[in-house]
C-alpha cells in the first residue's frame, strides 16, 4: 500500500486511456506505479479498460521483469501523462519535471480564460427525437457526412458485459468488432437488404446500442497506429443536463460535423478538428477540451485518441434510441472556429482613455543595463563570427549577478539565466571560470548566475519558450539570455511573418516573466562598415524593429602601428611583473618607465642580472615575453554601436577582445570603417602594398640593427638584435630567413658571403 501522506497516483490514472498509449507507454505508466510503491492490481485494474487489447494475467508477468534501473521511471511519467489528458492541480509535486519536448504551448492558451458561456444564464436548447424511426436511414446519413464511400471504417455492435462480483451487468463495453469493410460498402448493403441492419452489420444487442470509430483506419486493427486520417475529434460529457449539453455545443460554434444523442447520459459531437500528423491532432484537441472546460462542460478527459470509439445512431439502447440529432452546423472549419474563439477572448487588454493622462506620475519599468535596457525589454547583440559575441553575453550575465559595469554601462544586480544552446555543460563552466578569472574581482554573488545547458537537447523556439517559462516563473529572473539564436530558429530568417512569429516567442517569456530577454544574432554578409546598426543583422529586417535595444560589434582594420604599441605595451607588462616578482625590493621603476621597452629591458638587467640563477630567470621572461606577443598577435579590434528605444543614442564604444573579454580602448575611436562595395577590394590592395613595405622595412631594420652592434662584420648574438629592434627572438629568426644576406648559426647571426652559398 502507498504510504498515505504520499502524493496519490491511482486519481490520476482516470485521465489516462491504456487504449490511446503504445506499448512502451503503457509499461512505463507500469514501471512508475512499482517505482512509487503501488500494486500490480492497481496497474491490471487501469489496463483493462482497453478492452481489445487486455489479457487477463499480462500485467503480472511483466510487472515480475520490472527490476529497477539507476534512472527509474517515477510517477512524474504518470502525472505528465494525466495533464495531457486533462488532469491539472494547484498541488503538483512534480511541476519541474513535467516539461516534456512534445508539450504544446498552443494548447496551455486556454488554462488563461476562454470562458465565453455563463453556465447560470444557460436555459438549455431541446433535443428533438425523430417522429419516424428508419435506423438504417440515420446510420446512412452518419456515414455520408463523415466519410468518403471509398474509406474504411470500424464499428462494433457485439459488446461484453462487465458484471460485478455478485455477477449483475454494471455496463455494456465494445469489442474491436469489424474494420474491413468501407463506408460505401456498408450505405450499399443497407440499401439492398432494404434497411436490414442486422443482415449487413449483424445483429445489435437492444441493451448495449452499437458503436463507430471516429476517423478512417487501414483495415488492419484499430488502434491509433490504424488511423489514416486526423480528422475528428469526440466530445461527450456524462454531466450535466442534455439541453444544457446541446446549448453549449450549439452557442461555441464547434466546427460539429455530427451530433449524435448516446441514449443515455451524453450527446456525442463529432468535432472536425482536420489534422496534418498525430501532434497536431493532440494539440488540437488539448485546446478543444479546454476551450470545452472554461465553458461548463466537463469533457471525458478519455476521449482524446483518434480511434476512440462514439455511439452509432441508429441503435436501440435499452429503454432509448441512439439518434442523429444534427449535422454540420457551428463553424465550417477548425481554422476558423478557433479564430472565432481568439477573436472572442484574444487576451487583449482593453482600450485605455487618457483623460487621465497627467492625473499621476508614470513610472517606467526599472532599469536592467543603466542607459540602454529597461527590466521587461528585449536586447539583441549583432556581430560575424568571431566577434565574442558568446563571450559577451557571459560577460553580461556576470555584470548583473554581480551589479558590475558592462561596456561601461552599469548594470543592477539580479538573478539571470543564461540559456546555452551550444556548448556542453563543462565548456561553458570554464568559460564563466576564465571571465571571472580575468576580470579579478572575485565571485562573491555566483549563485545569482543559474545556467540551462540545453546542446543536443534543444527544440524550436516555440516549444521551448512555454517550458522556459514554467522553469523560471518562480525564481524571479532579471534577466534570460539565450545564446545563440540560430539553435532555435524556426522559419526562413528572411520571412518578415515566419520571423514575427519567431520573436513573439521573446515577447511571451518577458512578458509571463517580468524579465529582460537578451540574444544575439549573425551579421548579414558583405562589408558592414557603411550600415546602420538596425541594418547589419541577417535576415529579415524584423531583428532590427523588434527588439528594444540592438547593440552591433564590427570589426575594425586596426593597423601595424597599433599592434607594434600593444606588444610593446604587453612586454613592458611582463618584465615589470617579472621585477615585482623576482626582486619585489627593487622600487627603481617609474610610471612612464612601465611604457617604454627599452627602459623597460634596462630596468630588468639592473633587477635581475645580480640574482643567482639570473640566466633561467632569463629563459623564463623571454618564453612569456613569446606568449603574450603571441596572444596579441590574435587580439581583435571593436567598435560597439547600439539603438536605441527607450534611451538617447551613445558614442560608439571601442574595445580589443582580449580572449576572454573586451577591454575598452577609446584610442581606437580614430578608425574609421570602410563604407563602399570597392571597400574591401581597396583594401586588399592596401595589405599588400603595406606588406610589401613592411618586407623591405624589416630588411633595412635588420641590416642596420647588425651594423650597430657588429663589431667589423662579426656575429651578432641574436638576442642582442632582438632587443636593438623591440621584437621577439622568433621575428628576428623570420627576418633573418627572409635575407638573403644573412643566416644564423647557434644563435648567432652571421653574413652570407658568396663561399657560404657554394657550401
Known amino acids: 500500500m502507498v504510504e498515505q501522506s504520499k502524493f496519490d497516483l491511482i486519481p490520476l490514472l482516470d485521465y489516462i486511456d491504456p487504449g490511446s498509449l503504445d506499448y512502451q507507454t503503457w509499461t512505463d505508466v507500469g514501471m512508475a506505479l512499482k517505482e512509487e510503491g503501488y500494486s500490480v492490481s492497481d496497474w491490471d485494474r487501469w489496463s483493462a479498460q482497453d478492452g481489445s487489447r487486455y489479457h487477463p494475467g499480462e500485467c503480472e508477468k511483466k510487472w515480475n521483469t520490472f527490476k529497477g534501473t539507476g534512472s527509474p521511471v517515477t510517477g512524474a511519467t504518470i502525472t505528465q501523462l494525466a495533464k495531457e489528458g486533462g488532469w491539472h492541480s494547484d498541488y503538483d509535486p512534480d511541476d519541474d519535471t513535467q516539461l516534456g519536448w512534445?508539450?504544446?504551448?498552443?494548447?496551455?492558451?486556454?488554462?488563461?480564460?476562454?470562458?465565453?458561456?455563463?453556465?447560470?444564464?444557460?436555459?438549455?436548447?431541446?433535443?428533438?427525437?425523430?417522429?419516424?424511426?428508419?435506423?438504417?436511414?440515420?446510420?446512412?446519413?452518419?456515414?455520408?457526412?463523415?466519410?468518403?464511400?471509398?474509406?474504411?471504417?470500424?464499428?462494433?455492435?457485439?459488446p461484453w458485459a462487465k458484471t460485478s462480483n455478485e455477477g449483475e451487468i454494471e455496463k455494456w463495453l465494445p469489442n474491436e468488432g469489424i474494420y474491413t469493410m468501407t463506408s460505401g460498402e456498408i450505405i450499399d448493403a443497407l440499401r439492398r437488404n432494404n434497411g436490414d441492419v442486422g443482415s449487413v452489420m449483424g445483429d445489435p444487442n437492444p441493451e448495449a446500442g452499437a458503436w463507430v470509430r471516429i476517423n478512417p483506419l487501414d483495415g488492419k486493427g484499430v488502434k491509433n497506429d490504424n488511423v489514416v486520417d486526423y480528422r475528428y475529434a469526440l466530445v461527450e460529457s456524462d454531466k450535466g443536463e442534455l439541453e444544457k449539453q446541446n446549448e453549449i455545443l450549439h452557442r461555441l460554434e464547434l466546427p460539429i460535423a455530427t451530433l449524435t444523442y448516446s441514449g443515455n447520459k451524453s450527446i456525442h459531437a463529432i468535432v472536425k478538428v482536420n489534422s496534418q500528423n498525430y501532434e497536431?491532432?493532440?494539440?488540437?484537441?488539448?485546446?478543444?477540451?479546454?476551450?470545452?472546460?472554461?465553458?461548463?462542460?466537463?469533457?471525458?478527459?478519455?476521449?482524446?485518441?483518434?480511434?476512440?470509439?462514439?455511439?452509432?445512431?441508429?441503435?436501440?439502447?435499452?429503454?432509448?434510441?441512439?439518434?442523429?440529432?444534427?449535422?454540420?452546423i457551428g463553424q465550417d472549419t477548425w481554422e476558423e472556429w478557433e479564430e472565432y474563439i481568439e477573436d472572442l477572448n484574444d487576451n487583449l487588454p482593453d482600450l485605455e482613455n487618457m483623460s487621465d493622462l497627467f492625473d499621476d506620475e508614470i513610472k517606467l519599468a526599472p532599469e536592467l543595463i543603466h542607459g540602454m535596457l529597461r527590466q521587461g525589454h528585449k536586447l539583441l547583440i549583432s556581430g560575424p563570427s568571431k566577434a565574442g559575441k558568446s563571450f559577451a553575453l557571459i560577460q553580461l550575465a556576470i555584470s548583473i549577478a554581480e551589479g558590475w559595469k558592462?561596456?561601461?554601462?552599469?548594470?543592477?544586480?539580479?538573478?539571470?539565466?543564461?540559456?546555452?544552446?551550444?556548448?556542453?555543460?563543462?565548456?561553458?563552466?570554464?568559460?564563466?571560470?576564465?571571465?571571472?578569472?580575468?576580470?579579478?574581482?572575485?565571485?562573491?554573488?555566483?549563485?545569482n548566475i543559474d545556467v540551462w545547458n540545453l546542446r543536443g537537447k534543444t527544440s524550436p523556439m516555440d516549444k521551448l519558450a512555454p517550458k522556459l517559462i514554467r522553469k523560471a516563473q518562480k525564481i524571479g529572473y532579471m534577466a534570460v539570455i539565450i545564446d545563440p539564436i540560430?539553435?532555435?530558429?524556426?522559419?526562413?530568417?528572411?520571412?518578415?511573418?515566419?520571423?514575427?512569429?519567431?520573436?513573439?516567442?521573446?515577447?511571451?517569456?518577458?512578458?509571463?516573466?517580468?524579465?529582460?530577454?537578451?540574444?544575439c544574432h549573425h551579421h548579414s554578409k558583405g562589408s558592414q562598415g557603411g550600415k546602420n546598426s538596425m541594418d547589419r543583422s541577417s535576415g529579415s529586417g524584423v531583428?532590427?524593429?523588434?527588439?528594444?535595444?540592438?547593440?552591433?560589434?564590427?570589426?575594425?582594420?586596426?593597423?601595424?602601428?597599433?599592434?607594434?604599441?600593444?606588444?610593446?605595451?604587453?612586454?613592458?607588462?611582463?618584465?615589470?611583473?617579472?621585477?615585482?616578482?623576482?626582486?619585489?625590493?627593487?622600487?627603481?621603476?617609474?610610471?612612464?618607465?612601465?611604457?617604454?621597452?627599452?627602459?623597460?629591458?634596462?630596468?630588468?638587467?639592473?633587477?635581475?642580472?645580480?640574482?643567482?640563477?639570473?640566466?633561467?630567470?632569463?629563459?623564463?621572461?623571454?618564453?612569456?615575453?613569446?606568449?603574450?606577443?603571441?596572444?596579441?598577435e590574435h587580439e581583435t579590434a571593436w567598435r560597439l554601436e547600439g539603438t536605441l528605444r527607450e534611451f538617447a543614442g551613445f558614442k560608439p564604444i571601442n574595445a580589443w577582445f582580449k580572449y576572454p573579454v573586451h577591454v575598452l580602448?577609446?584610442?581606437?575611436?580614430?578608425?574609421?570603417?570602410?563604407?563602399?562595395?570597392?571597400s574591401k577590394k581597396k583594401w586588399k590592395q592596401g595589405v599588400q602594398k603595406n606588406n610589401q613595405s613592411r618586407s623591405e622595412k624589416a630588411k633595412q631594420d635588420l641590416e642596420e640593427a647588425f651594423n650597430?652592434?657588429?663589431?667589423?662584420?662579426?656575429?651578432?648574438?641574436l638576442n642582442q638584435i632582438a632587443n636593438y629592434l623591440e621584437v621577439t627572438k622568433k621575428t628576428v629568426y623570420g627576418r633573418v630567413k627572409k635575407h638573403e644576406g644573412f643566416h644564423v648559426v647557434d644563435g648567432m647571426v652571421k653574413k652570407t658571403n658568396v663561399n657560404d652559398n657554394q657550401k
Open 406 to 447: 558592462w561596456f561601461g554601462f552599469p548594470c543592477e544586480q539580479g538573478k539571470v539565466l543564461y540559456v546555452n544552446l551550444e556548448l556542453d555543460a563543462r565548456s561553458a563552466k570554464k568559460r564563466f571560470v576564465d571571465i571571472y578569472n580575468t576580470i579579478g574581482r572575485g565571485h562573491e554573488n555566483v549563485n
Open 102 to 158: 512534445g508539450d504544446s504551448f498552443v494548447a496551455q492558451a486556454p488554462t488563461k480564460g476562454y470562458r465565453l458561456l455563463d453556465s447560470s444564464w444557460l436555459e438549455g436548447t431541446k433535443i428533438e427525437k425523430p417522429k419516424v424511426w428508419h435506423p438504417a436511414e440515420q446510420i446512412i446519413e452518419y456515414l455520408q457526412t463523415l466519410f468518403d464511400p471509398g474509406e474504411i471504417i470500424g464499428f462494433s455492435n457485439n
Open 280 to 328: 497536431q491532432y493532440k494539440q488540437r484537441v488539448d485546446y478543444l477540451f479546454k476551450v470545452m472546460e472554461s465553458n461548463g462542460l466537463s469533457v471525458d478527459k478519455q476521449n482524446k485518441n483518434p480511434s476512440r470509439l462514439s455511439r452509432l445512431p441508429g441503435f436501440q439502447r435499452g429503454q432509448e434510441k441512439q439518434f442523429l440529432i444534427d449535422t454540420n
Open 665 to 678: 580602448d577609446e584610442s581606437l575611436a580614430d578608425i574609421e570603417l570602410e563604407d563602399s562595395s570597392s
Open 543 to 632: 531583428f532590427a524593429r523588434d527588439p528594444d535595444a540592438i547593440l552591433d560589434l564590427i570589426e575594425l582594420p586596426a593597423g601595424e602601428d597599433r599592434y607594434n604599441q600593444l606588444k610593446r605595451e604587453a612586454i613592458c607588462g611582463v618584465y615589470n611583473k617579472a621585477i615585482k616578482h623576482f626582486n619585489p625590493s627593487y622600487d627603481k621603476v617609474g610610471l612612464d618607465d612601465q611604457f617604454s621597452e627599452k627602459q623597460m629591458v634596462i630596468h630588468l638587467h639592473q633587477a635581475i642580472d645580480s640574482l643567482p640563477q639570473a640566466e633561467q630567470i632569463r629563459a623564463f621572461i623571454d618564453q612569456q615575453k613569446d606568449i603574450v606577443v603571441e596572444q596579441v
Open 708 to 717: 650597430v652592434i657588429s663589431d667589423h662584420g662579426n656575429a651578432v648574438d
Open 486 to 519: 540560430y539553435k532555435v530558429l524556426t522559419g526562413d530568417e528572411n520571412s518578415a511573418h515566419e520571423m514575427a512569429n519567431f520573436t513573439n516567442q521573446f515577447d511571451k517569456i518577458a512578458t509571463e516573466l517580468g524579465c529582460a530577454v537578451i540574444y
